[in-house]
């Protein structure tokens, strides 16, 4: 698994869209800040309001990443040599986690410290920044998982792209359930949605434990799930 | 004799139609393995199967000894490369990245003998140029060093020359037979383009609706395809005696079907014949190659 990681991570290095979508996550991080001082907003929390537009970027990205394999069958060449089924998947999986996390780590550094030096340490506590930071993270990894298991189960571009569609009705449940809260149904499934999770960022998360938990659930699912499809998964 | 591929009874049933019907083969070491089937025959699957792209429904091969079973198969698998239906390459990485990566992926880290594979292959002079910017032989010789990556002791080659054009297929059959003759490569190699598959191959096995309906050497098929004169008697018995007399060279094809590898004179042929109290019921040249033998061995219906 080490040597499939190792290629991905340089595959990644290479192409310029993986580039570009680290570079855009500082980018935005300073153009946030800025607006907000210029908006005279205060607050520390619209730093959250991007990382739901990075992570919609990011699965169109990571997904197409991992679908290449398929398109260009080079997984057959890493299948031909012997390596497992389980490793090619998880090598994928962190690759995937490391493309979706780092840049957001980047954008929450550079966010922190324009913030900082724009707005200053007033409009935040930190405990609560940190804890919006936590659930985000661990939300992004989880959109990650779910980029991972289309990618690998679809097994054509259009696992590529189906993650970024299927956000759209991610979020709008979760927009649904912010219009609707008598519907408890509708919040409960949002409580296990991650994209649901960093839309409500806005704000200090009044339940970042269950978040994370939920997070986490949902990435080991969807991991775990993945991993037994493609174990059994005829190739072409 | 020794095998590297062994296959018994494999079945591969895909929703409701089975490609592989128990397909049973033996690939020797040190061979150019020519696998012939028509389209749909269940060439790509049996392959896809041995490179653990899929999975048989039933049935069981074993890889230099090793079965599909056993967990060591995936190491065992270090042993081959292949190249199955398109090249597997990274269209945005020149030739050499192309085989640094394949090197990573098996965990080479000197990249010392990736220029003698270029060289090889006929692409050293490359340099910057991407794969997605190569002709389809060039792409093919590429897929073809990524293969060699690891020094494989069998090479796995599914319709290698399909859309090359002349010069491309001249160039693809000298490397694989350059591959063959100077490092012992054992190869299987999968075509439907007869003549070609002729000018390589030292055995045969001939597949058709997803199992393998007849395994022979070069020289079997050589026998076989030899031209001569067809008879069919009414005493097969006194027909040898007499032919036996006349010292001609002969096979017993079928049940009072007899091959005679000579140009015999008909008349003396048949006074002989009847001298045994044996009648020649007809008699035909027959000249066959490759095609015509695979033609008469899976019959010419369309399998659409």
């Keep these: 698994m080490n040597k499939l990681l190792r290629v991905n991570l340089k595959l990644m290095v290479r192409r310029k869209d993986t580039r570009l979508c680290a570079g855009l996550s500082v980018v935005l991080a300073v153009l946030g800040a800025l607006v907000s001082k210029l908006n005279g907003n205060m607050t520390w929390y619209d730093m959250f309001e991007f990382p739901l537009i990075l992570v919609m970027i990011f699965s169109a990205v990571g997904g197409l990443f991992i679908s290449r394999d398929y398109t260009q069958n080079t997984i057959r060449n890493k299948l031909t040599v012997g390596h497992k089924r389980t490793g090619i998947y998880l090598a994928n999986q962190i690759t995937e986690t490391i493309f979706f996390c780092v840049p957001v780590i980047f954008y929450f550094i550079t966010s922190a410290i324009a913030n900082f030096i724009l707005i200053g340490a007033k409009g935040a506590v930190f405990s609560e920044v940190m804890g919006n930071i936590a659930v985000c993270l661990i939300a992004v990894n989880a959109l990650s998982a779910l980029t991972t298991f289309l990618a690998m189960t679809v097994k054509s571009s259009a696992g590529g792209v189906l993650p970024i569609i299927l956000m759209y009705p991610m979020l709008m449940l979760s927009v649904l359930a912010e219009a609707l809260e008598d519907v408890k149904w509708l919040k409960y499934v949002c409580d296990f949605i991650p994209v649901s999770h960093i839309a409500s960022l806005m704000q200090p998360d009044k339940d970042p434990a269950m978040h994370i938990c939920y997070s986490l659930i949902f990435f080991a699912l969807f991991t775990a799930g993945g991993i037994a499809a493609f174990r059994k998964a005829d190739l072409k | ?304």
């Design chain 2, 1 to 304: 004799m020794d095998y590297v591929l062994k296959t018994k009874d494999l079945c591969k049933q895909y929703k409701d139609f089975k490609a592989l019907k128990g397909l049973t083969m033996n690939v020797p070491k040190g061979a150019i393995y020519g696998f012939v089937g028509r389209n749909g025959a269940g060439k790509t699957t049996l392959i896809r199967i041995i490179c653990g792209i899929q999975f048989s429904t039933s049935g069981s091969f074993e890889l230099y000894g090793v079965k599909d079973s056993d967990s060591a198969i995936s190491e065992t698998r270090r042993r081959m490369g292949a190249i199955v239906e398109t090249p597997s390459i990274f269209p945005y990485l020149t030739a050499r990245e192309n085989l640094e990566m394949q090197y990573d992926i098996m965990g080479m880290p000197d990249y010392s003998s990736i220029d003698g594979l270029l060289e090889l292959v006929g692409l050293k002079n490359t340099g910057k140029k991407l794969a997605k910017n190569f002709s389809l032989g060039m792409r093919q010789r590429l897929a073809i060093a990524v293969a060699l990556c690891g020094n494989p002791d069998l090479l796995i080659f599914d319709e290698p020359i399909n859309g090359l054009d002349p010069q491309g297929i001249i160039e693809i059959r000298e490397l694989i037979l350059k591959l063959n003759k100077e490092r012992n490569i054992t190869i299987l190699i999968s075509s439907h383009i007869l003549d070609e598959l002729a000018k390589l191959a030292t055995h045969y096995g001939f597949i058709d609706n997803g199992s393998i309906v007849r395994e022979m050497s070069a020289e079997e098929l050589e026998t076989a395809c030899r031209k001569c004169v067809r008879i069919n008697v009414t005493d097969c018995t006194a027909a040898v005696k007499a032919l036996d007399d006349m010292e001609f060279d002969y096979k017993i094809s079928d049940e009072n079907v007899i091959d005679i590898y000579a140009k015999p004179n008909i008349t003396r042929l048949a006074a002989a014949l009847s001298k045994e109290g044996c009648e020649i019921l007809s008699c035909t040249e027959h000249d066959e190659n490759l095609e015509g033998f695979f033609i008469s061995l899976v019959g010419g219906d369309s399998n659409e």
